[in-house]
Structures are given as structure tokens and as C-alpha cells.
């Protein structure tokens, strides 16, 4: 994924000079060629300054500029949450925020490392959009609406080796979530490279108990689309899927809107509990023990769905 944006945001800043990379001191490699563009004018490796980065992106989005500011995501969302709320959001600053390693895509170095309540501390704030794209073509197209956008945004990123989820050329369509398949049984709402999780459940649902699934990639949380949950009734279960703690994010959107509807369904929401982790692990050990992989995920559903 972080490739993917670096290859999109490259085209972008040959095309427009006035868009300017601001980078935490990583990816140096992975932004080679736009270091050269304009003789290095459109790239500035600020060091690990993290709250100073973000309010000079903010600035220089005041003034004409399209600041755009990458680094591993705890350290640009959580370290500079006051300069993200005051200096960018308060002051409408149409800077793009983007976080790397997102969830447990940094497994190995620990909970300094973890993303898990991103997305609630950037929902509380007014007036910024939240991406969150599945895979590389949904990298490409967020970071493209997020150029057109006059207002703040932060796109959340896997990290590197994500599956391509869209295996054919794709129209997205602003504003709207995508239908991955189409199944009469089952609806996952799913955001994150961890919709591969729901592909494969989708697939062991459908081969062992003949359960169809319709899946959505819901690449966008602010604004959300809210459309594909009008007709859910039909469905036995709605189930969300997410990276993230249960508070904030996209189990809690559903939840809301199906209680203020006053929609009768079955939900099941598979996130991670309000928990630190203290083991070490690969991303796919850290999700079994959180109980957001493939094989808890059929499990519950089995269990809900009285399938034998």
C-alpha cells in the first residue's frame, strides 16, 4: 500500500507543484523520485518531530499549499493530536494525513507500534474526511479524493505485501462503499486489508454450510455510506469487521444507525477489545488472539446462525 502511494502521489506532484510531501524520517527510499521533482522542493524530511511537522503542514496549507504528511500512525495521530485538532482542524487547513501501519500491521514492535484507536480519536474531530482504503487501486482512488477535498483528511494504510482485493479494473464512485460480492444470506461491512479475513470466511461460510455473503469494502468512514444499509433485513446476519477497538469505529457507525432506524437485524461485530497487548507476535497471531481472524469469524457465525 505505502508503494502504491507513493506511485500516485508521484504523478500527482509531476502534475501539480503546489502539493508538498512532509515525511516523519521514514520512507526515505520509497520517495526517491519525488525527492528529485523541482529539485527537492516538493519533499521535507522533518525528522522525528512529529507535532512540529503537522502544524507546519498546516500552515502551509493556509497558504496556498496541498501539505500532504506521512509517517507510521501512532506516532502522527496520537503524538499530535493537539496540533491535528487546533492547528489543522479548527483552522480547516486542507492538509492530508497519512498513517502507515495501520492496526496490527507493526505486530512485531509492540503496542508503541500498534494503530487501534486511530480512527476514534479522528472521527471526534469535525469536519475531516477518513479513508480507508482495502487495497493498492483503493489507495489510489482515496488519495485522488482526498486531492479534490478542500477540507482535512487522513487515510489510513496497511503497510506493505497487502493481497490486491479488486483483481479487475474498478469505476469507484465518490462517496459510496463498494460490493466486493454478492450474496443473499450473510452482509459483511468491512474496511482495511483485513477485509481478506472476511473473503476467506465468506468462501469456508459458502463451501461448508452453502451460507452466500455479500461483502462491503467500506473505503470511506467520513463521509460514510450509509445506502447500502437500507435493504439489510433480508440478510440472516450483518456482521462489521475491523482493525480497531470497539469504540469509534465502524461496528459503532453501524450499530448507531440501525438503532436510530429502528432496522430489526442480527449484528455481529468483530473488532478488538479496549485492551493493551503484551505478546509479540506476526499480525495474523496478534488477530487470532484478538479474535478477528478468519477461523473465529466462522466460528461466531456458525454459532449464531445454527449451522452444523
Keep these: 500500500m505505502s508503494n502504491q502511494f507513493s506511485r500516485t502521489l508521484y504523478t500527482i506532484i509531476k502534475k501539480n507543484p503546489k502539493v508538498v510531501l512532509l ?4 520512507g526515505n527510499k ?5 525527492k528529485i521533482i523541482n529539485n527537492g522542493k516538493n519533499f521535507i524530511n522533518c525528522g522525528v518531530a512529529e507535532q512540529n511537522m503537522v502544524s507546519m503542514a498546516a500552515g502551509m496549507g493556509l497558504n496556498g499549499l496541498k501539505p500532504i504528511v506521512y509517517t507510521i500512525t501512532p506516532f502522527l495521530i496520537y503524538r499530535a493530536f493537539e496540533q491535528i485538532k487546533i492547528d489543522i482542524c479548527y483552522n480547516s487547513s486542507p492538509v492530508i494525513l497519512v498513517g502507515t501501519g495501520s492496526g496490527f500491521s507493526y505486530s512485531h514492535l509492540g503496542t508503541t507500534h500498534h494503530s487501534l484507536e486511530d480512527i476514534t480519536l479522528i472521527k471526534s474531530l469535525p469536519d475531516i474526511n477518513i479513508y480507508t482504503p482495502c487495497d493498492t487501486r483503493e489507495v489510489e482512488f482515496c488519495l485522488k479524493e482526498a486531492m479534490k477535498s478542500k477540507k482535512p483528511s487522513y487515510i489510513r ?3 506493505k505485501g497487502e ?16 460490493i466486493l460480492q454478492k450474496g443473499k444470506d450473510l452482509i459483511f461491512f468491512v474496511y482495511g486489508p483485513i477485509i481478506k479475513e472476511a473473503i476467506k470466511a465468506a468462501y469456508i461460510l459458502k463451501d461448508r454450510f452453502n451460507l452466500s455473503s455479500t461483502i462491503i469494502s467500506c473505503k470511506s468512514l467520513e463521509p460514510f455510506d450509509f445506502s447500502k444499509l437500507n435493504k439489510i433485513n433480508r440478510y440472516k446476519l450483518v456482521i462489521t469487521l475491523e482493525e480497531h477497538v470497539n469504540v469509534g469505529g ?18 455481529i461485530n468483530f473488532n478488538i477489545k479496549k485492551n493493551f497487548f503484551h505478546k509479540i507476535g506476526s ?3 496478534l488477530r487470532k488472539s484478538a ?3 478468519t477461523y473465529n469469524i466462522v466460528k461466531k457465525i456458525k454459532e449464531n446462525i445454527n449451522v452444523k
Design 250 to 267: 465502524l461496528s459503532e457507525i453501524i450499530n448507531n444507525f440501525l438503532l436510530n432506524k429502528k432496522i430489526i437485524g442480527k449484528v
Design 291 to 293: 479474535k478477528i481472524d
Design 157 to 159: 494504510l496497511g503497510k
Design 283 to 285: 499480525q495474523e497471531y
Design 30 to 34: 520509497l520517495f526517491d523520485k519525488i
Design 23 to 26: 515525511s516523519g524520517d521514514i
Design 163 to 178: 493481497p490486491l482485493i479488486h483483481k479487475k479494473n474498478i469505476k469507484f464512485i465518490a462517496g459510496k462503499s463498494t
